[in-house]
Structures are given as structure tokens and as C-alpha cells.
């Protein structure tokens, strides 16, 4: 370790003081100095100089206490190979860097993008103890009802269930892992983080009468009145929120309620995870509360519904908006004075760009960053969202988060424009901008050359909410998503080229989505071409003239590639979604549930609901079976389509696979699917699968 400043050694600020001090180089005037020092003592100057500029604590073991379970647990050293079955905690990992230590994950655990590269072994409520064992893990994370996993694991690693009870503990519990991983610095920024925007709401939501407090409640079933116990951490998002939720006099993750209790509490705002409105809102019973009379129903991700973990400040932030939009929208009633926060410098090499930079400031409140991009002299511009214009002197793409989606609807383009430019010091009459709901720490600067020739394409795009499939969806308003794209070259584009240029980008984008298997947001058995609220810049730009930037010109073929570059690295920084992503990860983009589809009683099954389809989740973690069926949602597509109109080869394929599973040639095959409860491909490859599991022993099933 260092010694202080009164010792022999420096301490390492003074180290650092005096390696940046002119003409006071600490290799000099102290290392040489004392190279006659003994070679032990040397090395252990170097070990705890490198320890130490990781900014880590050295003492951060042992770390003790008591898990969720009641089991006191001492963690002598930091985890090395983790597999961890709580998405959330892996969410954690991921954001402290701890990641590294990360081998094993459940398909639930979808963000960031570099979760794609771990190995799934199952779904949060059964994984599999054998892909588990594979991985020789010496720690796992397991959640209350992961029994199974506990049991065959009890003597052989570590195991921790940490649960959180509300927003403090799942502040705690970040903490915990930062110690545990010896990266409690981290660990801090992110509850500070979290703590900061929490502070923020709570001052913003003080104001509102108690009279006009709403009550808000968590729907968690689709079928049947669900929702959060009294004991819930969700129902303390709801208090952060400003809002009131129910008591019902029953504790517990997810309770069931009669419609006398629903109509007796008549929450005015309803809301739920992972897409549309649940059916049991529109059945009686369920319609009949304010929230339903007067649309008050909220959809929301549920990574961040269901998870305390990194995006609690966020979540909170996101709900207290959509519930008090009147309220979030009044500029009187704003906790802090729109502001600039500060700036970083992004790198764009073009002769005729001045300066390219992502500009932070609070507006409405939050956060929100946009990305600045000013010229040496005005130029021509081509904007999907405000037409041609002239002498521009700065174009930009503006990130407002979640919590302001909505808020500036009523105002319009040209004053959100406005209003905008206002705080970014910008004049509006020489800037155009385009608006987005992604963050503009996920852009994506995407660069091709060809001889003399560049392109360059700055790309955010966010395609979980408002994904469309154009010539099929039905076109609605809706929140930015968004899919932005801003294109400049070193060669001055025609009036012709700009326009072709759209062309070009849009079809460059579209084929990006084709290869990543984008769904629909609204049809999610198709394929998606676009979100709906996609826009395009082109500059006209500086440099020998070009007339042509269409798909047989090399300016169109470096334009294209460019946008289909930068629209996959946007995606997956964005949502996480890459191709490596696992066959479960894109039957949820399809809003496929065999928990939903299939009935509690199994015909001519030997094992029960739960089992067969944990089996069938397991089968999906093999590549043999996860290549059959990426083939089915290919083969899905071409059907639907109107391609492939004999599924007969399709059929004789799907049996082979179940023969495959269940050891045996001839084995009943049970329809377990209502028409059209799935596309037809899908139905068969399912039943495939299910049919085999049905037909094995009840022994583990072996691919």
C-alpha cells in the first residue's frame, strides 16, 4: 500500500500531482532516483500503484451479512464465474462492470447489448440445471422460487437471494454487489444516479394537492384481476410517483383480487408491462373503474416495471409524467430553470464541419442531450421533418427522455423547435433539427470510404415501441421511437442526389431491420420496415459535384451501407438487440407465451403445463433445435407473405424433430393450438416440440 505523505514514499496523489507538474517528471526526479531501492520494495510500489488507479477498494473483503432466504453467507474473494438467474441483478452486473464475471444468464435478460454474448440457460422461472452445472459456476444468483436450482446447488457453489422490498433496499442491494465485486465506486454513482431523479420527483410531485393525488395500481394479469401485494417494492414506485396504491389487505409478489375490491379501490390510473391493453380491462368487471372511463391505461417496458434494479429513478420519473401530465407539462410549476449542463466533443473528419458535439441540458426538468453538428459556411439541407431549407448553419438530433414523451405534443414541431433552440442557444432560423426518444449516449456514427469518396451516417434508433410493418399497420400518433438519421459526405449532392440520398438511406435502414428480425410493434408475427416516427437529414455538403446517390451509384451503394452500419450499432446500443440474440429473446419480440396459449391440463401428456414447457425452453437453448426454429419464423414470414403455400415438407420436418426428442418413431401428435391463436409455421414447429417432450420419459429429455 501507499504510505502517507510524511513517510518514505509519496502517496499517489502526490504521485499524480508531480507527474503533471511542468518540468516535474516523476520518472525522473523519483523512480531514477531511487533505482538502488530493493527489488521487493519496487514491485510493491507497482502492485499497489496499478491496484489503485482502478479506483477500487482493497479491503472489500470479506463481505458477510444475511440473504433473502435467511442464510448467513461470508464471501471471502470476488466471484469468478457467476451465473445469475435474476435478471435485474444481471442488469446491476452489467452496469458496474462487473460483468466480466458474468457466464451464465436467463433469456429475460435482454439489455445491454452485450448480454446477447452470454450464455442463456433457460428462462427465469425454469433454467436448466444442467446448462447451469456446464458452466462450473462458483456463484449463483437464484430468486424464491428457483427450488429446484437451490437444492442441486446447496453444497457444490455459493448461492444469494437478494429480494428487494422497495426502492431503498434495491439501492442497498446495488451497493451489496458493488461490494461483493469490488466495485463499490461504481456501485455508488449508479445509486446516486437513481437517487438524484428520485430527489427531483418527489419535488415535483410535493405540490400536488391531496385531493388531486391519483390512485394507481399495477395490473399483473392479462386474464384475471392481478396485481402487487401491499408488501411490494412496485407499490413504493407508485408512492415515489406522487400517486396513491391500493391496500387489499394481502402481501405477496402478485395477489389475485375480486371486481368488488377493483370497483371498491376505482383506481383513476391503470398500468401495465410489454405492450398492449390485458383483456380482463376490457371484460366487465374490469372496465368498470375511472382509469377505464376516461383512457387512463399506460403500457410501460418491462424491464423497467418489474425490476428494482438501475432503472428505478428512470421508471419512477416515467410514471409520475404520464400521471401528472397536466401538472409535468405547466412551466410555473418546473423544479429548476431550463439550462445547458455541459458538452463532449464527438469526432466527425469533414473539411467544411466545424465542430460536431453532444450538448447535455435540463429542459421540462430532465435531462435531455443533443447532438450539434455546425458548419464552417451555411449549407443546403434536406429534412424528412422540415422539408428543404437553406443557409443552415447547425443541424442537430434532439433527445428528449421518456418522462417528456407527450409533454410538448400539443405544441408542435416548429415550437418544440423553438423552445429547444432556446436553451441551446441556437438560432432557429439557420438550425434544423430532428426529435428523438433515443438517447443520444447510444448514437452511432457509422463512416464508409470508397478512393476519394466519404459518407458519414450519425444514427439513433429505438424499434421496441413503435415498430411498423408500412402497407399493413395502421398509421396512429404515437411517441418517438425513433429511427433518426443524419447524412453528410465530402462531395456536394444535387438537388437530385439529396433527394435520392432519402431513398437510398431509408432502404439501407429497412434492410437492417430485415436482417436483425424486427417485429412489428402492432402486427408482431411481420417483420417491421421502420418505426412510425422515422426521420432523415441530408446535407447538401462541400467537394466535387455529384448528381446521382441512387442504389446503382457508388454515392448510393456508400450512403446505404452506412445507414445499415450505423442502424444495427444504434439498435443494439440502444435495446440490446443484436443478431446473436437467443430464439426465446425473439419469440418474446413475437408476443409468443406458451403460458398464455396452451391449457392447464395437457392431453396425452405426461408431464404437466409447467414442465413441458420449461422442457421446451431447454430444448431451445440447443442449437440443433434453435436452428429448427429460426427456420419456422423464416418459413413463417414467407407464408404469410404469400411464398410458401405447401406446409406438407415443413410438417414432415416437424415430426422428425419431435421423433428426435421423444426417442420414438411413432408417437400421437396432439394439436395443441386454437386456428389462429398462431401462424400456421409456428403452430406446427411448436407442436413439434411440445409432442416430443409429451411422448418422452419423464427423464430429462436428451437432444
Not at 429548476?336 to 455541459?342: E, F, N, Y
Request: glycine share 8%.
Amino acid at each position: 500500500m501507499w504510505l502517507s505523505a510524511s513517510g518514505p514514499y509519496p502517496a499517489l496523489n502526490e504521485v499524480r500531482q508531480m507527474g503533471t507538474r511542468p518540468g516535474n517528471h516523476f520518472q525522473k526526479r523519483y523512480v531514477m532516483k531511487n533505482m538502488q531501492l530493493p527489488k521487493v520494495v519496487c514491485c510493491l510500489l507497482v502492485f499497489s500503484f496499478l491496484c489503485l488507479l482502478q479506483t477500487e477498494s482493497l479491503l472489500a473483503w470479506p463481505v458477510s451479512g444475511t440473504d433473502s432466504q435467511g442464510q448467513a453467507y461470508v464471501i471471502e474473494q470476488r466471484p469468478q464465474r457467476v451465473v445469475c438467474l435474476v435478471p435485474e441483478i444481471s442488469e446491476i452486473l452489467f452496469a458496474i462492470g462487473a460483468d466480466d464475471a458474468l457466464v451464465g444468464i436467463t433469456r429475460h435478460t435482454v439489455t445491454p447489448a452485450a448480454a446477447a454474448q452470454k450464455k442463456v440457460v433457460g428462462g427465469f422461472f425454469a433454467p436448466g440445471i444442467k446448462e447451469i452445472a456446464a458452466l462450473n459456476p462458483d456463484f449463483i444468483f437464484v430468486a424464491d422460487l428457483h427450488e429446484e436450482v437451490r437444492a442441486h446447488f446447496q453444497n457444490k457453489c455459493r448461492l444469494l437471494t437478494l429480494n428487494v422490498s422497495g426502492i431503498d433496499s434495491a439501492m442497498e442491494r446495488i451497493e451489496l454487489l458493488g461490494r461483493i465485486f469490488g466495485r463499490e465506486e461504481a456501485a455508488r454513482k449508479v445509486v446516486a444516479e437513481n437517487r438524484e431523479l428520485l430527489t427531483l420527483i418527489a419535488r415535483k410531485v410535493a405540490g400536488i394537492p391531496a385531493e388531486k393525488r391519483q390512485r394507481a395500481v399495477r395490473i399483473m394479469g392479462s386474464e384475471s384481476l392481478m396485481v402487487p401485494g401491499d408488501d411490494s417494492f412496485q407499490n413504493d414506485f407508485i408512492r415515489a410517483a406522487g400517486a396513491i396504491p391500493p391496500r387489499f389487505g394481502e402481501n405477496g409478489k402478485i395477489i389475485s383480487i375480486s371486481p368488488e375490491q377493483w370497483r371498491q379501490f376505482d383506481p383513476q390510473v391503470v398500468y401495465g408491462c410489454g405492450g398492449g391493453k390485458p383483456a380482463i380491462l376490457e371484460a366487465a368487471g374490469g372496465r368498470e373503474v375511472s382509469a377505464m372511463q376516461n383512457n387512463r391505461f399506460f403500457s410501460f417496458p418491462c424491464d423497467f416495471t418489474c425490476r428494482g434494479g438501475v432503472n428505478v429513478g428512470n421508471f419512477v420519473a416515467w410514471l409520475a409524467a404520464r400521471i401528472y401530465s397536466e401538472e409535468f407539462s405547466d412551466p410555473a410549476k418546473q423544479v429548476r430553470a431550463d439550462q445547458l449542463l455541459g458538452e463532449k466533443t464527438v469526432a466527425v473528419d469533414l473539411p467544411y464541419v466545424r465542430r460536431v458535439r453532444v450538448v447535455e441540458s435540463s429542459i421540462r426538468d430532465f435531462t435531455n442531450r443533443t447532438l450539434l453538428v455546425d458548419f464552417k459556411t451555411p449549407q443546403t439541407i434536406l429534412s424528412s421533418l422540415e422539408g428543404p431549407r437553406s443557409k443552415i448553419l447547425t443541424v442537430g438530433n434532439h433527445y428528449y427522455p421518456a418522462p417528456t414523451w407527450g409533454l410538448g405534443h400539443d405544441e408542435g414541431v416548429e415550437a418544440m423547435s423553438r423552445r429547444t433552440c432556446a436553451v441551446l442557444t441556437q438560432s432557429p432560423e439557420d438550425t434544423s433539427l430532428l426529435f428523438t426518444g433515443a438517447d443520444m449516449d447510444n448514437l452511432a456514427i457509422s463512416r464508409q470510404d470508397f478512393k476519394e469518396m466519404t459518407v458519414y451516417a450519425l444514427v439513433t434508433a429505438g424499434v421496441k415501441s413503435n415498430a411498423v410493418r408500412m402497407g399493413r399497420d395502421t398509421g396512429n400518433f404515437y411517441e418517438p421511437g425513433t429511427i433518426n438519421v443524419l447524412i453528410f459526405t465530402n462531395m456536394q449532392l444535387s438537388s437530385r442526389a439529396m433527394t435520392r440520398a432519402m431513398i437510398s438511406a431509408t432502404e439501407g435502414k429497412t434492410a437492417a431491420l430485415n436482417d436483425l428480425d424486427i417485429r412489428s410493434s402492432y402486427s408482431p408475427n411481420l417483420p417491421a420496415t421502420g418505426t412510425g416516427t422515422d426521420n432523415i437529414l441530408v446535407v447538401q455538403g462541400e467537394g466535387p459535384a455529384i448528381d446521382n446517390a441512387g442504389g446503382h451509384s457508388k454515392m448510393g451503394e456508400l450512403i446505404a451501407r452506412s445507414v445499415y452500419d450505423g442502424v444495427l450499432q444504434a439498435v443494439a446500443k440502444q435495446n440490446g438487440i443484436t443478431r446473436e440474440r437467443s430464439i426465446s429473446t425473439r419469440l418474446g419480440e413475437r408476443h409468443i407465451s406458451l403460458w398464455r396459449l396452451l391449457p392447464d391440463e395437457m392431453a396425452g401428456c405426461n408431464r404437466g403445463k409447467a414442465a413441458t414447457i420449461a422442457q421446451v425452453e431447454r430444448l431451445l437453448i440447443d442449437s440443433q433445435y434453435a436452428g429448427f426454429m429460426a427456420a419456422a419464423f423464416a418459413a413463417s414470414d414467407a407464408e404469410q407473405a404469400g411464398l410458401l403455400t405447401d406446409l406438407r415438407a415443413f410438417g414432415d420436418w416437424g415430426r422428425t424433430v419431435s421423433s428426435s426428442i421423444s426417442h420414438t418413431a411413432d408417437s400421437e401428435w396432439q394439436h395443441r393450438f386454437a386456428p389462429g391463436d398462431l401462424p400456421p409455421v409456428l403452430a406446427i414447429a411448436f407442436e413439434s416440440l411440445i409432442n416430443g417432450v409429451c411422448a418422452a420419459e419423464t427423464s430429462p429429455v436428451a437432444p
